[in-house]
């Protein structure tokens, strides 16, 4: 929230490039990622224990801590422009809703059997805490091209 506040209006809509996401979008998919992810989460509360695992890029991203330093760029049918047009007040009132889901969800997690496993189409078998830990990470992966797009706008790049 911090970071929309430091743009004008017109400037959370700037795009570098046709192809580029501009911050508002990078919020936009970010937001709608996180919520996939905690509907994930409650998913596994009811789902069945399994023995399934990770991926080995799942296995590497969970070792690691977070995405590695790269741009990851999905296949067409799933990489679908996210949205331009909110305002800078809509995206702070969707990140105020998506820390509270975030809180009252982490509540939850504990009591969530870690065998309990839903599949990710990427990382394989995630458990409840696995899940969770996702929408930080997923999060901090974005923060880079948000800081890239930061230096764009101040023509840095």
């Known amino acids: 929230m911090q970071r929309l506040r430091n743009y004008a209006e017109e400037a959370i809509h700037f795009k570098p490039s046709a192809e ?3 911050i508002c ?3 936009d998919h970010c937001l709608v990622v996180a ?3 905690l509907d994930a989460v409650e998913a596994c509360a009811t789902a069945e224990s399994r023995e399934d695992s990770k991926t080995q890029f799942g296995a590497e991203l969970f070792e690691r801590g977070g995405f590695p330093p790269i741009k990851i760029t ?3 049918d799933m990489n679908q422009p996210p949205n331009n047009s909110l305002s800078r007040e809509e995206l702070e009132v969707e990140l105020v809703n998506l820390n509270m889901r975030m809180n009252e969800v982490e509540k939850k997690v504990a009591s969530i ?3 309990n496993r839903v599949k ?5 078998w995630l458990n409840a805490s696995e899940w969770h830990s996702l929408v930080d990470m997923h999060f901090r ?3 880079r091209q948000l800081s890239e797009l930061d230096l764009r706008m101040k023509g840095g790049l």
Do not use: D, I, N
């Open 120 to 124: 990710h189409g990427g990382f394989g």
């Open 25 to 27: 979008q990078v919020t």
């Open 74 to 76: 999905l296949p067409p």
């Open 35 to 37: 919520h996939e992810y």
């Open 141 to 143: 992966h974005h923060e």
């Open 113 to 115: 059997p870690s065998t």
């Open 20 to 22: 580029a996401w501009s």
